[in-house]
């Protein structure tokens, strides 16, 4: 069902061999990987929209240990290995309006949590740890 679209999107911008096509899939693979640790590590703090939870803590374990949105991140890891891959203009164009909205869905995260659970807890995690990528 989706060939039929994706052959729709345009020509393809680049053609990569199989070993480097194969290799972007375990990428992907991988992004998707975070994700799900990500999820799993947040138990019951995880939600759809930015909310706060009852007893809601910072969790700082697991992928969080080293960046505040690990399951961005994931998406964005698998995302850009599937734009690689797919190696179509419309992709390319999708992936960035998707790269913004995460961004501002987790800047939006940033403030509420800073807001609800003050510096003393949400700030000293946040001057630790990187927003998407690990702090060097």
Known sequence: MFVSVFHRLGPRLWVLPAAAA????????????????????LGRNWSWGVTLKESHVVVDTGPYRFTRHP?????????????????????????????AGLWYKARLEERFLRSRLGEQSYGVYASRTGMMLPKL
């Open 22 to 41: 194969w290799s972007l899939v375990i990428v992907a693979s991988l992004g998707f990987a975070l994700c799900w640790w990500a999820r799993w590590r």
């Open 71 to 99: 399951i961005y991140l994931g998406l964005l890891i698998a995302g850009a290995a599937t734009v690689a891959l797919e190696a179509k203009a419309a992709a390319v164009a999708g992936y960035a309006a998707v790269a």
